[in-house]
């Protein structure tokens, strides 16, 4: 079964600042995709970015861009010039084969990010 | 075009009683999931269809929780008797087929379940 680890469960950056969240994740599988997940209060849960395993080239998304090394099974977040919009609960989520050719994911415990004005 | 909507958007219970939650997934999505997100951790599936049948429901409490997608559309997703330790934040989110571009998966507003 597959595990994603988030170590940091509370993080903090000064509003225009940059942070980084760690994910790391445990599978066999050698074709797969993450996700990074952003929670309001609202409890909505939003995409942020999505990684394809097999694309060597990170991806990114405006100010949000991931660092993935497949080898070390890791896939950190980075937040460029922060904004206080972007304080919520980021989840790391792990994609996999669940059947009938959909797809189920498993999420990290989660890093609550607070922005400082 | 509408997102995944849940209701109701909070509920309070005695234990032993029993509650249902319902979900509308996006139009075309064939893949519906309901998730339970108890305080300070992160979402844990509870079972996923594709159309009316289930495809994993192996973290399902069945004494206690049921679920339900009749005509491939809406699910309903009921607890009785209620536990405390049921009280959770229950997310559904729907995508559609597959692996390739656009097949993530959309989250609804959840449900917040307070058990008494």
């Known amino acids: 079964a597959q595990t994603v680890t988030q170590s940091q469960p509370e993080m903090s950056v000064q509003e225009a600042e940059t942070v980084t969240l760690s994910c790391t994740y445990d599978t066999s599988e050698s074709d797969y995709y993450l996700f990074w997940y952003k929670q309001p209060p609202s409890r909505q849960m939003i995409l942020v970015i999505r990684q394809e395993a097999y694309k060597q080239q990170n991806a990114t998304e405006n100010r949000f861009s991931v660092n993935f090394q497949k080898a070390a099974k890791s896939f950190s977040l980075k937040i460029s010039d922060s904004q206080l919009g972007d304080a919520a609960m980021y989840f790391c989520a792990y994609r996999s084969y669940s059947g009938a050719g959909s797809y189920q994911l498993t999420f990290g415990k989660g890093t609550k990010l607070s922005v400082i004005p | 075009e509408a997102g995944v909507a849940q209701s109701p958007r909070y509920k309070i219970i005695e234990k032993r009683q029993s509650v249902a939650f319902w979900c509308n997934p996006i139009?075309?999505?064939?893949?519906l999931y309901w998730y339970q997100q108890i305080l300070g951790q992160g979402p844990k599936l509870l079972i996923q269809f594709q159309n009316n049948g289930v495809v994993d429901d192996s973290q399902l409490p069945k004494d206690r929780f049921s679920a339900e997608r009749l005509k491939g559309v809406d699910s309903t997703l009921k607890i009785q008797p209620a536990k405390l330790e049921d009280s959770a934040v229950y997310l559904c989110?729907?995508?559609?087929?597959?692996?390739?571009?656009?097949?993530?998966?959309?989250f609804g507003q959840g449900t917040r379940l307070t058990v008494v």
């Open positions: 139009s075309g999505h064939a893949t």
């Open positions: 989110a729907s995508s559609l087929k597959g692996q390739g571009l656009n097949t993530e998966a959309f």
